[in-house]
């Protein structure tokens, strides 16, 4: 038994020794994590000196958070993480950023650089290296870089990171403007990062070539597609490319399943409301109003609903409940149609009342999609109670007028009768050349 003794008394004490080094390790890394001031990190390097972690978090608090900065012994401190770790690319990451920060960088470059050896198939690394490089001036070889970067940033996904994506190309847009060069020089060709791009370039003042990539591009299984789509619709709409829109518009109805539905005989899309509107669905379309369906925004005080009970056809129509003292005006539901210019044009419509006031009636109104200043027409619903009625009205569109927006409103109700609660009824909409 004795002669088992220097080797049982090994093992303890290697035991024992392990077990200091874990409970010094596991304290360190919890006073890292968990403390707020620089003495937790000057204790958890006395816990664990030779932890290549948490000397480097001690440089980072020093370099970031101390005040002031204690730069020299944060750069001594992450070099020293560096030697400890010399095939760890964070270390080599942080000590780049550091010198660069501090204003050394040749010597950021060589610390970036070694960052990207180490990690070639990283995007983290790419990254970092790549924007250092564009704030260093060294624009082409920071293009590389940078799509080095996106083309990682997807990790085994076909198609890149979308955030990554739009992050490399703002950072390229934010030196070197709308370049389309180089903006599609750190984009693979694949459709997902074409989407991308035309996603980017739409917000960016640069519809044209969006909308040329946009027909380039082809539905995905992911929805990146349909998501261009909606930043589409808002960009043709608010510069009045009213055409390019509709384009738009039937890629996402036939994403949905359905087309048009509008015809020569009738240019008003859902005429009827005998399915819900697109905005139901995707609320986005109706705030502010967008697209070629009817679009139905809620209202604190009117109910506003379709209806299966009261139709003149077809299954559904058009309801307006006004059971309350109303705080602003109704106008809530509208369309955008598409015209052409100096185009004779018949609006008609069934419409239903019951106890509806004579001095303040609902009302469809017809405007310039773009200014409703060119023109303005009314046209009210009957006031009392009333079974259903055929209205119309004929107008001209004005020579610059491309679309126009029918809306459903009403004045602000300041009274409210309770006994005598007034409702309206619309069904059967139909907009067409005066001529056919």
Avoid: C
């Avoid at 980072?60 to 992450?78: G, S």
């Avoid at 030196?175 to 693979?188: E, H, Y």
């Avoid at 459709?191 to 380039?216: C, G, K, M, P, T």
Wanted: charged share 25%; hydrophobic share 40%; aromatic share 10%.
């Amino acid at each position: 038994m004795f002669k088992r003794l220097p080797a049982l008394i090994a093992v303890i004490a290697l035991a024992v020794w392990l077990g200091n080094f874990i409970i010094k390790n596991f304290l360190a890394a919890s006073l890292i994590a968990y403390g707020e001031d620089g003495a937790s990190r000057d204790q958890a390097l006395v816990y664990s000196p030779s932890n290549p972690l948490v000397v480097a978090a001690r440089a980072k608090f020093l370099l970031y958070r101390a005040d002031p900065p204690r730069e020299e012994e944060a750069i001594a401190e992450l070099q020293r993480a560096t030697l400890l770790a010399p095939r760890d690319y964070r270390f080599w990451l942080e000590l780049g950023r550091a010198y660069e920060n501090t204003g050394a960088a040749d010597r950021a470059e060589k610390a970036l650089r070694r960052a990207v050896q180490l990690a070639p198939r990283y995007f983290e690394t790419r990254w970092a290296f790549a924007n250092f490089l564009l704030r260093a001036g060294k624009t082409e070889a920071a293009l590389n870089d940078l799509r080095e970067a996106v083309a990682l940033s997807g990790g085994v996904a076909p198609y890149p990171d979308r955030a990554a994506t739009m992050n490399a190309l703002n950072t390229v847009a934010g030196v070197l403007g709308n370049n389309l060069g180089a903006l599609r020089g750190i984009l693979p060709a694949d459709n997902v990062s074409q989407i991308y791009l035309a996603e980017f370039l739409a917000n960016h003042d640069a519809l044209d070539q969006a909308l040329e990539i946009w027909r380039r591009s082809s539905a995905d299984g992911r929805g990146h597609y349909r998501r261009l789509l909606f930043q589409l619709l808002p960009a043709t709409q608010s510069k009045g490319r009213f055409a390019e829109m509709r384009e738009i518009w039937q890629s996402l109805m036939t994403l949905e399943g359905g087309g048009l539905e509008n015809s020569a005989d009738n240019l008003m899309i859902n005429s009827g409301f005998e399915r819900p509107p697109l905005s139901d669905k995707y609320p986005s379309l109706a705030s502010p109003p967008t697209g070629f369906d009817w679009t139905m925004r809620h209202h604190p005080e009117v109910a506003a609903r379709r209806d299966s009970v009261e139709k003149k056809t077809g299954s559904y129509s058009l309801r307006l409940t006004f059971n309350s003292a109303m705080n602003s005006e109704f106008e809530n539901i509208s369309q955008l149609v598409l015209v052409e210019p100096s185009r004779t044009y018949r609006l008609s419509y069934f419409v239903k009342s019951k106890q509806i006031p004579s001095q303040e009636p609902p009302y469809v109104e017809i405007t310039d999609a773009m200014d409703a200043a060119i023109f303005n027409l009314r046209s009210p619903a009957p006031s009392g109670t009333t079974e259903w009625i055929e209205q119309s009205l004929v107008f001209s569109a004005p020579e610059n007028t491309r679309a126009i927006r029918l809306t459903i409103r009403s004045p602000r109700l300041g009274v409210v009768d309770r006994l005598r609660i007034g409702e309206v009824w619309f069904d059967d909409f139909k907009l067409k050349l005066e001529s056919q």
